[in-house]
Nanobody, 120 residues
Framework: QVQLVESGGGLAQAGGSLRLSCAASGRTFDHAVMGWFRQAPGKEREFVAA????????YYADSVKGRFTISRDNAKNTVYLQMNSLKPEDTAVYYC?????????????WGPGTQVTVSS
């Protein structure tokens, strides 16, 4: 069973930066495409970014492209999300998960998420 624990969220001003981390346990991390999702109040959870096992292929939602960078450290079973030029509309709870075709979450279970709040 995979366990995912997100951290690094907080309060930032518009234009600021935050770096999120996701620690994953279990063999399911091996060779999995990993990614980040977010859920804003009153909205459905949406895909943000994903990274292949090798780390050399990444892709992003249009809303964060050019501002966010996803990376991973396979030795530490950890995925990161560097968020720059933050906007108030980035306010959400951020979650990590595996990603499959269609930017759909791989695992049924979710971690607690980490809250990101961006003030204008």
């Amino acid at each position: 069973q995979v366990q995912l624990v997100e951290s690094g969220g907080g309060l930032a001003q518009a234009g600021g930066s935050l770096r999120l981390s996701c620690a994953a346990s279990g063999r399911t991390f091996d060779h999995a495409v990993m990614g980040w999702f977010r859920q804003a109040p009153g909205k459905e959870r949406e895909f943000v970014a994903a990274i292949y096992w090798s780390g050399d292929t990444t892709y992003y939602a249009d809303s964060v492209k050019g501002r966010f960078t996803i990376s991973r450290d396979n030795a530490k079973n950890t995925v990161y999300l560097q968020m720059n030029s933050l906007k108030p509309e980035d306010t959400a709870v951020y979650y990590c998960n595996g990603v499959v075709r269609g930017n759909v979450p791989l695992f049924d279970s979710w971690g607690p998420g980490t809250q990101v709040t961006v003030s204008s």
